[in-house]
């Protein structure tokens, strides 16, 4: 796969979908911070902005939110319009090691943000960075993003994920999209109660983690990101990753990016 190939992947999933048409992507963008440069920043703001919304993991530190406004402004640069928002979450309410903060960036042109996103803080007790959730709109209707982290996989992730399938009853009449990194892959029986109410991810069989050294052609380590879906009200149109990692000359450049790749899916809302 060629920087080409990466170039025109995310052309196409940014090729002017009508209106009814909406592309969201998860990322887990490694210590979104102080730890990214310039470069890294336009690099990140340039892969988002292929889509409508995109779930952001890590924003780590004092300087994460001041990280997330230079990737902002990297998205608005010459557009006076500013059609790109972003908002970020408080700081989650797990050890210091372990909370960060979560972000949404938005295309204000092509969704509307119905509310302040918040984070749930429910299970608080249960689950170490609690999920970040936005309602938007489009054409009319509504969708809950469910933006979520969970802890690593030496600490089971099981154990919070497994609190994910109380939401659409706590949530009725929501079209709810899960996404995130959840340290497990969608084969995981954790997700099966989501499954059986109708729930599909996104990407199958598709490892999301970079290696630190690609082995032949396999870059990728782990299935961990995904994104979920209720198949009863939302229709997938296209779904994949952007393989951002093809566009620098070895893993160590494209690990300062991040050590994950984006997650999209383009659906329509019914």
Known sequence: MSRLYVIALLLLVSSYFPAQQISVATW??????NSKNQETINAIADIIKSFDVVAVQ?????????????????????DSAKRWKASVSDITTGSPSESDRYAFFYNSHRVL??????????????IVREP????????????TLVNFHAVPKSRQPEQEIKYL??????????????????????????????????????????KTSLKM???GAECLASEYDNIFYNTANISIIASGIIPFYRNYPDMVAAR?????????????LR
């Open 28 to 33: 887990n963008v490694q210590h979104l911070g």
């Open 58 to 78: 890590e924003v780590v530190g004092k300087t994460g939110s001041a990280a997330v406004e230079r990737v902002l402004n990297r998205l608005n640069a010459g």
């Open 113 to 126: 943000l119905v509310s302040k996103p918040n984070l749930y803080t429910k299970y608080s007790k249960q």
């Open 132 to 143: 970040y959730l936005a309602t938007f709109s489009v054409s009319g209707l509504r969708f």
């Open 165 to 206: 399938k109380f939401f659409p009853a706590e949530l009725p009449d929501q079209r709810i999209i899960f996404l995130g990194d959840f340290n497990v892959p969608q084969s995981n029986n954790v997700f099966n109660p989501l499954k059986k109410m109708g729930y599909a991810p996104a990407v199958v069989n598709q």
């Open 213 to 215: 050294k690609c082995v």
């Open 256 to 268: 300062k990016v991040s050590d994950h790749v984006p997650v999209y899916m383009v659906f329509t």
